[in-house]
């Protein structure tokens, strides 16, 4: 039993002395030809190319201010809610007006000592000022109700700005985040490139099945197509890029030096505090409730009386012509009370 084991044994020996040097052989064959089709490969493309004019994100983030159209819309609100609340305080003084008046007719106004002789002439021009006295609150309203939208737009102006610098950002890592992406992805490919070459030269020596190398084969053109996409999301993200910073065409990202994350001032507790009372969205809706309200008042206000008081003085020929000015000094004080006007008052309230 021993002698048969030992002879066995011997036999083993001797076959594997005979075939390691053609699997030797083999191997290396395989190692020399997977490495010279590696070798054989043309260098992946630089994804750090420049896909247009290379902008700094201080760049991005002054040229996106200058060419957003929702922070040029809520500058322009800044604007006519000043002219607005111009306007309310201008209520509040007297209403100047001119007149002048020359004619012919010979429509005159006889009387008992001067008989109708033919036709006359006339003329004049006077000034005229009229001052609301009372208004039943609708000026206290109107000025409150535009200080309130004033204050809202400026509150509007701040919270898009932030939102527009927000927006330039995120274009900006969009774009290094897309270089990132395709480096990526010409990694991957290259090393399903040499997997796919290894099982190719594994296959032909005998040491590897056509599922090995249909695998290799799979994961080569997922990779590709991964390529694909990360080229595809690059190209995206540099033309939006471009559009927001008004140029035509694609821009491309100038990458930071430092990428270091930057500590908060504040703590969580207090930065939850001051966006619940501080923020720009927040003042902006407390403004337009403020001026809600004083809509409804101001549209209340019709109800009341309107107590104005008028002057004026006029120069004049004294013409005997009908409707001609008569010179002298004039002062009214007069009210007025709206009845009804078609439901146009209850309208108004409903609205506001």
Same mark, same amino acid.
């Given at each position: 039993?021993a002698?048969?084991?030992?002879s066995?044994c011997?036999?083993?020996?001797?076959? #594997?002395a005979? *075939?390691w040097?053609a699997?030797?052989?083999?191997q290396g064959r $395989?190692?020399?030809?997977?490495?010279?089709?590696?070798?054989?490969q043309?260098?992946?493309?630089d994804?750090?190319?420049?896909?247009?004019?290379r902008?700094?994100?201080?760049t991005? #983030?002054?040229?996106?201010m200058?060419?957003?159209p929702t922070l040029?819309s809520?500058s322009g609100? @800044?604007?006519t809610?000043?002219?607005a609340?111009r306007?309310?305080?201008?209520a509040?003084?007297?209403t100047v007006?001119a007149s002048?008046?020359?004619g012919?007719?010979?429509?005159? *106004?006889?009387? *008992?000592s001067t008989?109708?002789v033919?036709?006359?002439?006339?003329?004049?021009?006077?000034v005229?000022a /009229?001052l609301?006295l009372?208004?039943g609150?609708?000026?206290?309203? @109107?000025?409150?109700?535009a200080?309130?939208t004033a204050?809202?737009a400026?509150a509007?102006?701040?919270?898009?700005?932030?939102?527009t610098?927000?927006?330039?950002?995120?274009g900006?890592?969009?774009v290094?985040?897309?270089?990132?992406?395709?480096?990526?992805?010409?990694?991957?490919?290259?090393?399903a490139?040499?997997?796919y070459?290894y099982?190719r030269?594994r296959?032909?020596?005998?040491?590897?099945?056509p599922a $090995?190398v249909?695998?290799?084969?799979?994961?080569?053109s997922t990779?590709?197509?991964q390529?694909?996409?990360?080229?595809?999301t690059?190209?995206?993200a540099?033309?939006?890029?471009g559009?927001?910073?008004g140029?035509d065409g694609? @821009?491309?990202?100038e990458p930071l030096?430092n990428?270091d994350?930057?500590?908060?001032?504040?703590? $969580?507790?207090?930065i *939850?505090a001051v966006a @619940?009372?501080d923020?720009?969205?927040v003042?902006?809706?407390?403004a337009?409730?403020?001026?809600?309200?004083?809509?409804?008042r101001?549209?209340?206000a019709?109800?009341?009386?309107? #107590?104005?008081?008028t002057?004026?003085?006029?120069? /004049?020929?004294?013409?005997r012509v009908?409707?001609?000015p008569r010179?002298?000094?004039?002062?009214?004080?007069?009210a /007025?009370?709206?009845l009804f006007?078609g439901?146009?008052?209850?309208?108004?309230?409903t609205?506001?």
């Open positions: 039993m002698l048969r084991l030992d066995c011997g036999a083993l020996a001797l076959g #594997i005979a *075939v040097p699997w030797l052989a083999a $395989d190692t020399v030809q997977a490495t010279a089709v590696v070798a054989a043309p260098p992946a493309p994804s750090e190319t420049a896909l247009g004019p902008l700094p994100l201080e991005v #983030i002054a040229r996106t200058a060419y957003s040029a809520a609100f @800044v604007r809610a000043r002219s609340q306007v309310a305080w201008g509040y003084l007297p007006s002048a008046l020359a012919r007719s010979n429509q005159g *106004v006889a009387s *008992v008989p109708n033919g036709p006359q002439g006339a003329y004049g021009g006077g005229a /009229s609301p009372f208004t609150g609708f000026r206290g309203a @109107v000025r409150r109700e200080a309130a204050q809202a400026d509007g102006l701040l919270l898009q700005r932030f939102a610098r927000l927006l330039a950002k995120e900006f890592f969009e290094l985040r897309g270089h990132e992406l395709v480096r990526v992805g010409h990694d991957a490919v290259t090393v490139s040499t997997g070459s099982a030269a296959e032909r020596a005998g040491t590897a099945t $090995d249909l695998q290799a084969e799979l994961a080569l990779a590709r197509r390529l694909l996409a990360a080229q595809d690059l190209n995206t540099a033309a939006a890029l559009r927001l910073v140029a694609l @821009v491309d990202a030096a990428l994350p930057t500590a908060l001032a504040l703590g $969580d507790t207090a *939850v @619940v009372h923020a720009p969205a003042q902006q809706a407390e337009e409730v403020a001026a809600t309200h004083a809509a409804v101001a549209s209340k019709q109800y009341a009386p309107t #107590i104005s008081a002057t004026g003085y006029d120069w /004049s020929n004294n013409g009908s409707g001609a010179q002298g000094w004039v002062v009214e004080l007069g /007025s009370l709206l006007n439901f146009v008052r209850e309208d108004s309230v609205r506001a």
